[in-house]
């Protein structure tokens, strides 16, 4: 999901939270020795606490690249729709309307992967093979939806053309309603600082010459 594989394995994230926890363990604990008043039982502790929280740290990190890229995907998704359905409609095959959806659309990770399917295909992996690896790497609903009716189309021999434009219509109310909602949660976000940050200075800025008033008046 966080676009890693070529570069980084699970392996690695383990030995960065075990390196993670091993630093911080032995460096709060040496500070706490050498520059504070505790014992060593409460630095070992201290330390323990901070290494642990640490550890929590590369898979927090690779869980929001991974929520980030995929919000990134479906930002794309309804335009490379879009143009695979024109090109479907023009009269190109499904992998050659693929071929110009990843040539031409925009650039960002759901290209890249089309791109890595795209040369699974040329490398001799079937079609729906391929496409079923790309699903799993992005892990979109979307996606996954989009590769179970490609399949179903291939069993029954169905016309693509009208599948792809009802595939990107539903693509782009979704994406609509995403956008509706976060429009609506927007209010409730802002509750908080303005209760807390914009109101108590409104209240101190017209609250105060009226206290001077009333103090001036009482003495």
Known sequence: ????????????????????FVVAAAGVSM??????????????????CVGL?????????????GRHRQAMMLREFPFLLDMTTLCVEAGLNLQGALQQAAMHGPQGPLRDELRHALNDMRAG??????LNELATRT???????????????????MNLGPLLRSQSEQRRTERFLRAEKLALEAPVKMLFPM???IFPCTFLIIGFPIAVKLMGTTF
């Open 31 to 48: 500070l706490m020795l050498v520059f504070g008043s505790a014992d060593l039982l409460k630095s070992l502790m201290l330390g323990l």
């Open 125 to 130: 992996m079937p079609r729906m093979q391929a």
């Open 195 to 197: 209760v807390f940050c």
């Open 139 to 157: 892990d979109l609903r979307a996606v996954r939806s989009l590769v179970t009716a490609l399949r179903h189309a291939d069993q029954l021999g």
């Open 53 to 65: 929280a640490l550890m929590w740290w590369p898979s927090r990190w690779l869980g929001e690249r």
């Open 1 to 20: 999901m966080a676009g890693l594989d070529a570069a980084c394995s699970p392996e690695h994230i383990v030995a960065l939270q075990c390196l993670a």
